[in-house]
């Protein structure tokens, strides 16, 4: 994802994530340890758009709060996993999990703000 083309709208840029986490796994190198980082990989960045979803529906402020927690949790989780996975000798793959590990920190940083707000 280039810089300028990121979407300002926070469901479709965790969409967004979670897609290119997908892509982004499915030529990966099958060792034991990739497929189960993948697979907890894929997880946690569609969780993060599956609670912003759920943050963005809330019914009260504490149910508000506590989705965009769980979105930053799972956003430093991604990141775990995308530093843990064996991208392989592919630079176009460890380019890819340079650009998500990037896009992963940008979604912390975003949650860890509004949660700064509105806490």
Sequence with gaps: ???????RDLEERTFEFAQSVRTFVK???RT???IEDARQLVR????VA???IEADEALSKKDFLMRVKICRKE?????LFLRLVDAGLSKT???ACETLSAEARELTLIFSSIISKNG
């Design 27 to 29: 030529p990966l190198p």
């Design 1 to 7: 994802m280039e810089d300028d083309a990121k979407p």
């Design 75 to 79: 956003a430093k989780e991604s990141r």
């Design 44 to 47: 946690a960045s569609g969780s």
């Design 93 to 95: 793959n460890a380019a």
């Design 50 to 52: 599956a609670n912003w």
């Design 32 to 34: 034991v340890s990739n």
